[in-house]
Structures are given as C-alpha cells and as structure tokens.
C-alpha cells in the first residue's frame, strides 16, 4: 500500500522558469513531510521540509507547500537551475508510524539550459 | 561533519551467493536505517535501529536477511542465500534520534547490488 505519491514520474522546465513538483498522501496521521533530492550514483540528499504545523517552508530557491485538507504537498523550485536536475523524493513521517519514514516513488527533473 | 559512509559501493554476486554491507552513520546519530531501493521506486526500509537495539524490523525477509549494529555505531546488514530480486541499491541512512518530532534522516551513497 503506497501512502506517499509522486504521479508524475519526470518533469522538463526551462532554466530560469519554476519547477513544481507533487506529491500525494493517505495517511492523516502524517505531520512531518521532507523532500529528498537524488543524484545518480549518490545517496538521496536532504532538501527541505515541514511541519503540519505550518502550510508553508521556505529556503532560497525552494519552497514547500502542504495543503493537510487536500493531503498534498508540493515544492517549488524558482528559478531552476540546470544543477537542480535530478530525482525528488517526497517522504512522510508520523510518530504515530514510529517514525517510520515513507518514501513516494520519485520525480526525475530535468532543467533545460 | 562527515556524512554517512557506506561501502563497498558496487558488488556484484552470482544468486544463493553472499554478500555483506557496511554502514558508518554520522557521529552522535543514535538512530539508524537500512533501506532498500529498487529501480523505479522509492526507498523502501528494511530495519531500523535505536543504538544498538532494534526497533523495526518487520519488513526485512528475516530468511535471508540479517543485519546488526554493535556497539550502537557501525552496522552491517547481510544477504545469505542471495535471490535475483535482490538486486538493487541498499541505502543506510542515520538520524539525531528517531523521537524527535522534526527527525531529518542523512543518507549514505548506497551500495549497487546486481545478483546474476
């Protein structure tokens, strides 16, 4: 049972215009999201996150959206960058899951220069 | 501070062969994770440990699969007999600890696993 998903598997922006990427969840009990960037050959990078306290988390470039009614989140990425090319991991965590954190299964970004 | 470090980074096997992974979590991380990620998917955890006790382990196919974290730091996880679905990237990941409310888990590179 996937509880965390990315339904778009690759997404293409032009350098300079927003990315964003989705990512949907089942679990109400959900109330700390992440997202996670991943080079190939590299292990998944920490991105950004927030707390269902919050609706929104910003950090320079990258901004995370969560909408609790809707169970969705999103993280916008302006402007993009060529570097910015990767795969993006959504992931969802609980104490109520012991913490277990669940992974969506990815979006693979390309910026085109 | 030194990230997750994990090794070997590629292995390749020959099925019902094993295989035995290494993982260094970041300094003063009590909390650590091994997962599995195979292609196409999201990573998906196998077993997690709390120093050196561990807390979850139910999705980890215990048949063949082991794992252990002595003394609470280094920790390895193990294939015996090794089956062709396992193939895939094994990630260790670690954390502060995994009861605060706003944990943040730090990957390692990952070891290639390629069973023929």
């Known amino acids: 049972d996937q509880q965390v998903k990315q339904n778009s598997p690759s997404l293409s922006v032009q350098e300079g215009r927003i990315s964003i990427l989705n990512c949907d969840y089942t679990n109400s009990m959900f109330d700390y999201f992440l997202w996670y960037k991943k080079y190939p050959a590299e292990g998944p990078t920490f991105l950004i996150s927030i707390s269902s306290i919050k609706d929104k988390n910003e950090d320079g470039r990258f901004t995370v959206f969560l909408n609790k009614s809707a169970k969705h989140l999103s993280l916008h990425i302006v402007p993009s960058q060529p570097g910015d090319s990767a795969v993006y991991f959504c992931a969802a965590t609980s104490p109520n899951t012991g913490n277990q954190f669940y992974f969506g299964t990815g979006t693979s970004l390309t910026v085109i220069p | 501070e030194a990230g997750v470090a994990q090794s070997p980074r590629y292995k390749i096997i020959e099925k019902r062969q094993s295989v035995a992974f290494w993982c260094n979590p970041i300094s003063g991380h009590a909390t650590l994770y091994w997962y599995q990620q195979i292609l196409g998917q999201g990573p998906k955890l196998l077993i997690q440990?709390?120093?050196?006790?561990?807390?979850?382990d139910s999705q980890l196919p215990k048949d063949r699969f082991s794992a252990e974290r002595l003394k609470g730091v280094d920790s390895t996880l193990k294939i015996q007999p090794a089956k062709l679905e396992d193939s895939a990237v094994y990630l260790c990941?670690?954390?502060?600890?995994?009861?605060?409310?706003?944990?943040?888990?730090?990957f390692g590179p990952g070891t290639r696993l390629t069973v023929l």
């Open positions: 440990f709390q120093n050196n006790g561990v807390v979850d």
């Open positions: 990941a670690s954390s502060r600890n995994r009861f605060l409310s706003t944990d943040t888990q730090y």
